[in-house]
């Protein structure tokens, strides 16, 4: 069982009850966490928080999880369909030694996946996960009797998640605004329209009726044309897309022009630093950012730090340098004040809580970045660290560099998991940024 490299980016994914996401690894995988994350105090019976989103696959895998960890004599405490930052937030509000998530965040429906956090609801580092793996195939020392753990079940997590929002944007501050949210039928469905409601705003529910089948399908943050539509039906102020498990967001302005990542996360930096509430007036994003990003930063006289992809990162350079606010184009945006995770739910409150601060539409706050084309490719090599060590690659690069003179950027990037480059261009045109594309992309091919 004891297999190596089993979590990715964001835990273990894969197609549930499949070749890998089977039941079977569900009750090993929780186990070896229940094991491995109570280590930090001996004393008492170890408690885990597990939520799901609502894929049909979630009940199995949380009959699993929950099997899994009472095994190994720790406490299971359900607290049903919600986003994982609200089942982040319960590790740390409960003080239990790990949280468990069944999802696949924005996979399609047949998709599952386990994201672990420890105590304190935070994301796993890579030791702790390579420790979690080597332990999957330990069946040793199992409790009997009494030592069995024990099920509860939390039946108001989503208001204790709720509240814990509106101790960022208090009730009634959005009052005037009206908002179109997708909850792509995922985890957000329940919270999301209450938590914008109570905090004052006009809500228009879009998508919030999971039946286990239906989520991300066709909706949500990855499908952004039926948001778009109902903003502009509804007159509304702006929209708010979430993913299956909220924990990122994007949005959509009144005319229902899209607002990325780089764009939310702009106009944060820049109300966090109107208010002195960013640290040290840096925002940490990742390499993917646009240029746009990085330009609008200098003006407004914010420093951008850049991590690899991958939220994880960004919470690293974060804890490391006590950094205020981080993310991704995705829509990934981490508060470390009031989140230990991505928090879709939060990043939308505080969006809208700057639109009403200063009543400007979202179309003038995001306008702060003008994002530069982006095109990227993904070109299919025999062996990804032969191209990455090639001088005809480099050379290549450094030429197209050199003829974008600082008015463009390029990044190549192996992929972590296939032989594939990433070929990353931005360019003042969209034209010129294809044809720098498509010509590194044939050295990277020929260089294969």
């Known amino acids: 069982m004891g297999r190596r490299h089993l979590f990715g980016t964001d835990g273990v994914r894969g197609l549930a009850n499949g070749e890998l996401l089977t039941p079977e ?25 597990v939520g799901r989103d609502p894929r049909a696959s979630g009940e199995m895998l949380e009959a699993a999880v929950v099997a899994g960890l009472t095994a190994a004599g720790a406490d299971a405490v359900r607290v049903g369909v919600l986003p994982t930052p609200a089942v982040a937030h319960l590790v740390a509000a409960l003080d239990a030694d790990l ?3 069944i999802s696949a965040s924005h996979n399609p429906m047949p998709d599952n996946g386990i994201k672990l956090f420890a105590a304190g609801g935070h994301k796993l580092p890579d030791a702790v996960e390579a420790a979690v793996e080597a332990g999957l195939g330990d069946t040793s020392g199992r409790p009997t009797g009494a ?5 509860r079940d939390l039946p108001d997590a989503t208001g204790r998640y709720v509240e814990h929002l509106l101790r ?39 998508h919030a009726e999971p039946d286990g089948l239906n989520i991300n399908d066709g909706v949500g943050s990855t499908h952004l044309d039926p948001l778009r539509a109902a903003v502009r039906e509804h007159g509304a102020d702006l929209g708010i ?17 899209v607002v990325d990542g780089d764009q939310i996360l702009a106009v944060l930096a820049v109300a966090m630093k109107d208010a002195g509430e960013l640290t040290h007036d840096t925002l940490v994003a990742t390499v993917m950012s646009n240029l746009g990003l990085h330009l609008a930063m200098e003006k407004a006289g914010i420093a951008l730090r850049t991590t690899a992809v991958g939220d994880r990162y960004v919470l690293e350079e974060l804890r490391a340098g006590g950094f205020a606010l981080g993310g991704e184009q995705s ?48 070109v299919t090599v025999a062996d990804k660290d032969a191209v990455a060590a ?33 070929v990353m261009v931005e360019a003042p045109t969209q034209e010129q940024a294809d044809a720098v594309a498509l010509r590194l992309a044939d050295v990277v091919a020929a260089a294969r």
């Open 331 to 378: 829509g990934h945006v981490v508060l470390p004040a009031h989140a230990t995770t991505g928090d879709g739910l939060l990043t939308a409150l505080r969006l809208m809580a700057r639109m009403s601060a200063t009543g400007s539409p979202l179309a003038e706050l995001a306008g702060v970045v003008t994002p530069l084309p982006q095109v990227l490719r993904n």
């Open 147 to 151: 030592g069995i753990g024990r099920v």
């Open 25 to 49: 690894l569900a009750v090993a995988v929780a186990g070896s966490a229940a094991r491995v994350l109570a280590e930090r105090d001996r004393s008492h019976r170890p408690v885990a928080v």
């Open 241 to 257: 897309a979430h993913d299956g498990d909220a924990d990122r967001c994007l949005a959509v302005d009144a005319r229902g022009e």
């Open 168 to 206: 960022s944007t208090p009730a009634g501050s959005l009052a005037g605004l009206r908002v179109v949210v997708d909850c792509a039928h995922g985890a957000a469905s329940g919270a999301a329209p209450e938590a914008y409601r109570r905090a004052g705003a006009d809500v228009v529910a879009l």
């Open 99 to 101: 949280g468990v998530m």
């Open 390 to 422: 090639s001088a005809a690659v480099a050379a290549a690069v450094a030429a197209e560099e050199a003829a974008l003179a600082g008015h463009g950027r390029v990044l190549l990037r192996p992929s972590g998991t296939e032989q594939l480059v990433r």
